[in-house]
């Protein structure tokens, strides 16, 4: 699989019609194997995405979109997932986990040969800068925090007290711009309203975190219909596409001599989940 991120200066680039410069990450059973940095040679959505269907990416991951370039993208069987922002190898990071939710096309213009910053009263430059209000990713929560760059410590546990995940643990913070998506709902809306150094502890609902478990995510193909299943094992995540191309992550749960069984289910749908979320520190954006 190959993602490639709207790129500058380690940052998410908030718009896609003036992006420079793209980094292309290779990805390989849901771990990162390689990257680099290209240039994107070219202006205009469909410009920009032919470039990126030439370098075989399956996935765009991006701050604001408009309409007109996420049909170029689709017309070439690139998934997306707008309203991204901060670091771009955390969003990558974010979306492996399941974690980065796209909030669809988030831009209301068009840009590149359509539109020039200021036709809409903005100033010019202010796309790049976050100001133009009809670029800025739409908030998917209310708080003080919304929209600003978030670190975080946090522990995860399930309802039987077993620990599922720990940024202590790992000595290093969570970064995430909050309500744009990057994290699941629950988690995004308690650090909404944190204030720093607070430290909450929450229990979320399956709605509030990874969904129900969806049944129809559950199916059975023939070996012989997906080239290279012969060798996978059961507990196996691989990539998948589905009837547009677009790349999704599958577990392998069941397997005989003619047939595999993937679930495409996040790993924790259906699942009550609590954290313990120490607010660290606040930045703008």
């Known amino acids: 699989m190959r993602i490639a991120v709207t790129y500058e200066n380690g940052e998410v680039f908030q718009h896609f019609g003036h992006t420079e410069t793209f980094k ?14 290209i240039d994107a040679n ?44 901060g670091s771009a190898d955390q969003a990558v ?34 796309c790049h800068s976050g100001g133009c209000q009809d670029c800025r990713p739409r908030f998917t929560v209310e708080g003080r925090n919304a929209g600003k760059k978030c670190r975080v410590h946090y522990r995860g ?15 290093e913070t ?15 809306a308690a650090v909404a309203n944190m204030a720093v150094g607070e430290t909450v502890q929450i229990h979320l609902l399956p709605s509030e975190a990874y969904g129900e478990i969806d049944p129809n995510a559950v199916f059975t193909v023939e070996i012989a219909a997906v080239p290279g299943s012969e060798a996978l094992s059961v507990g196996e995540e691989v990539y998948l596409q589905n009837i547009y191309g677009q790349p999704f992550s599958a577990r392998v749960v069941a397997k005989d001599e003619t047939t ?13 989940l609590n954290f313990t979320i120490e607010l660290v520190e606040t930045t703008e954006a």
């Not at 292309?24 to 940095?37: C, F, H, L, T």
């Open 24 to 37: 292309i990450y290779d990805v390989e059973n849901g771990q990162v194997i390689s990257s680099e940095i």
């Open 42 to 85: 070219g202006s205009g959505h469909g410009a920009l995405a032919s470039l990126l269907a030439d370098r075989k990416i399956d996935m765009l991951i991006c701050g604001g979109i408009g309409g007109g370039a996420q049909t170029a993208l689709a017309e070439r069987g690139i998934a997306l997932c707008s309203g991204a922002s």
């Open 93 to 126: 990071d974010a979306y492996l986990r399941g974690q980065l939710v796209s909030s669809g096309v988030n831009c209301d213009h068009h840009h590149g040969e359509e539109h020039a910053c200021g036709d809409h009263g903005c100033h010019e430059g202010d």
């Open 157 to 171: 546990t399930f309802n039987d007290g077993t620990q599922f995940d720990s940024s202590y643990d790992r000595g």
């Open 174 to 188: 969570l970064d995430f711009i909050c309500g744009t998506g990057m994290m699941i709902p629950g988690f995004d």
């Open 260 to 272: 595999v069984t993937f679930d495409a289910n996040h790993e924790m749908a259906g699942k009550e």
